[in-house]
């Protein structure tokens, strides 16, 4: 272990920190615009009040300030979501997973899952994985809230990304439905998409607002 003496300079003993922690730890701005996020919540003639009320239920659901990424935390990230899916890919695995599920899973059924999700966190040791959600809710709320996003200061002007327009992101979105859908039927495309859950009532967007 390297311990500070009098003569030894501070920055021998104190490593350097990425742009992307000292924003991180340091930083306190606040990102999101809520004026922004409610128009972008609210344009669809299906969610008008929507904003509103999850204000009133959920008033902690969005973030006012964002999370900063390394490229290596990106690529340790892109790393453990392709070496757990080679592993899931492996007949060995399937053969032990299998054996603990109902039958009902021994279909394949061809599509992969569009809500397929891998919950990280960010600690000092690097992302570390919390969690694999098969039916990961809120895609389009967070689509509506990356575009709220704003650069409130000089430092923070050079970090964020590009604005990405609402039209790419719902078509990313839907592209994905109708791969999924000619993974199981080969040709084609769905005309209507529809999300269902067991018990609606138990989720936490449920069930007045929830968008996938």
């Avoid at 994985?129 to 967070?142: D, K, P, R, S």
């Avoid at 996003?149 to 439905?177: G, H, I, K, N």
Wanted: net charge negative; hydrophobic share 45%; with cysteine.
């Amino acid at each position: 272990m390297q311990t500070l003496t009098d003569s030894a300079p501070l920055s021998a003993a104190v490593p350097a920190r990425s742009p992307a922690d000292a924003l991180n730890q340091d930083c306190y701005c606040r990102t999101l615009d809520a004026e922004r996020l409610r128009l972008e919540v609210d344009k669809a003639a299906s969610s008008q009040g929507l904003m509103q009320r999850i204000t009133q239920t959920r008033p902690h659901l969005f973030s006012s300030t964002a999370v900063f990424l390394t490229a290596a935390m990106a690529q340790q990230l892109t790393d453990a979501v392709q070496a757990i899916e080679r592993v899931v890919a492996l007949p060995a695995y399937g053969e032990q997973a299998l054996a603990r599920a109902p039958a009902i899973a021994a279909q394949q059924a061809g599509p992969r899952g569009v809500c397929m999700g891998y919950d990280f966190h960010l600690t000092a040791q690097g992302p570390r994985l919390i969690e694999i959600n098969t039916n990961a809710g809120g895609l389009l709320l967070n689509a509506a809230l990356l575009r709220a996003q704003v650069s409130c200061c000089e430092a923070m002007e050079r970090v964020m990304p590009p604005q990405v327009s609402s039209t790419a992101l719902e078509q990313a979105v839907l592209d994905m439905f109708v791969a999924e859908w000619q993974l199981q039927r080969g040709s084609g495309r769905p005309g209507l998409l529809v999300i269902l859950d067991e018990a609606p009532a138990e989720q936490y967007l449920a069930p007045e607002f929830e968008l996938f």
